[in-house]
């Protein structure tokens, strides 16, 4: 019976952790004292879980890394990020390494889930591993990558029921990895034929939509030019039968607009400078500024001074109904706002208040004007952007939105979630 141990309890580790606490002894580390804190309350930080599934868990919850010493089967999936200069950051992997590295026994499994580009795993994590514990990698431990593909928000494929991508540095360690995560996976194992080919078939998943996004989001900037709807395109395409009907909109969080950045850097590593994948994410960053421009655009259509109008904006996490705001491209809109001098009321259900002001602070010398869970009837805004689909702001109707509005509602709908026909003055990408 192996003791695992799960490194980074996030909204990917936690849950997998959990899991395995069913039939196995886990420890579940994490540096974060406060996360930890409210994990032994039997509270997810991430509001993904509820208090039922920390129940009846032989888990332990620590900041300690000496307690996993106990383990032989460890796991390792901390977040994966970019930097200022979009280059991979993998600050927070290298030490995970570190730290398992120092605890690290003969015959211990090592397995990666964090996203990466192809070769990191053998070329940069596993020496790490090799120098802070004094073993031979392949020799005295096996390692093996295993991509997380966990959607936050989404209920229906959680973490057992998406099927799982396992892959070793040999058979043997193959067949052990397969073996453990195969006991609680339902949805079944794919098994690459080696970890370079696992770490780039997650890599792609999201340079793929990233991509696909991108093409819908340029043609919603030709579209508009040209006085056309969009998502009525969209519809009419879509009547074919191998039409992929993707969605312009914002394009943010910590994966289909980071894992992009991870395959450019690899293949520039390599010679290669890669046109398509780096042509979609310029599209797909420069929608927030597309955005703010036509909302100043339609103000002074308005006769209206943007410098002098308010803006509502709902939403700010990185996608509907969760609570998450890392690397939300609605803070990049409120900063473009912002820029022509609008002023900027945010609501949000779901984000954390103090975590939104903190992030803020740290890209724009200027502060947003307030937080709320809801929209105050007795605020009134020239201009409304409905920036994330909340399941609060779908629910809304069109009174609603009057009893906020100056005049007549001037609504922004970057989700096409409202019927265009009911507002005088609507716009969507």
Known sequence: MPIISVTGL????????????????????????????????????SNELSADAFANRDITFTTDIEQAREANFHIIGVPTDIDKNKVPNLTPLFRASKSIGKILKKGDTVVYEST????????????????????????????????????????IRTVTN??????????????????????????????????????????????????????????????????????????AAGTKW?????????????????????LIHKAKKIGIDPQVIAAGRRVNDFIPTFIAKRV?????????????????????????????????????????????????????????PIEVSNAFEAISSKSIKSITSNPLPNIKYDAIILA???????????LSFEQISINDVTLFDIKGTKNPNEFKNYWRL
């Open 388 to 398: 994330v689909g909340h399941k609060e702001f779908q629910n809304m109707t069109k």
């Open 10 to 45: 996030g909204y990917v580790g936690l849950p997998l952790a959990l899991e395995f606490a069913k039939k196995y002894k886990v420890i579940g580390f994490d540096i974060n004292e406060t996360r930890i804190a409210l994990m032994k309350q039997g509270i997810d930080p």
């Open 162 to 235: 998406i099927l799982k991508i396992v892959s070793g540095n040999n058979e043997e360690s193959l067949a052990n990895i397969s073996k453990v995560y195969g006991s609680i996976i339902e949805a079944g194992l794919y098994q690459a034929p080696n970890i370079k080919v696992a770490e780039a078939a997650k890599v792609i998943e999201n340079t793929q939509r990233d991509i696909n996004i991108s093409l819908m989001n340029e043609l919603a900037i030709i579209f508009d030019k040209m006085g056309i709807d969009t998502q009525a395109v969209i519809e």
């Open 242 to 262: 191998n039409f992929h009907k993707y969605q312009p909109g914002l394009v943010g969080g910590h994966c289909i607009s980071v894992d992009p950045f991870y």
């Open 116 to 155: 990466v580009y192809p070769g990191c795993t053998e070329e940069d994590c596993v020496p790490i591993l090799e120098k802070h514990s004094g073993l031979k990698a392949g020799t005295d431990f096996h390692f093996g990558y295993s991509p997380e593909r966990i959607v936050p928000g989404d209920k």
């Open 296 to 352: 100043a655009q339609t103000l002074i259509e308005q006769d209206k001074n943007p410098g002098k109008s308010s803006v509502l904006v709902m939403g700010i996490t990185f996608k509907e109904d969760v609570s998450d705001i890392r690397n939300s491209k609605v803070f990049a809109l409120i900063k473009e706002l912002q820029d022509f001098g609008i002023q900027v009321t945010v609501v949000d259900p779901h984000a954390n």
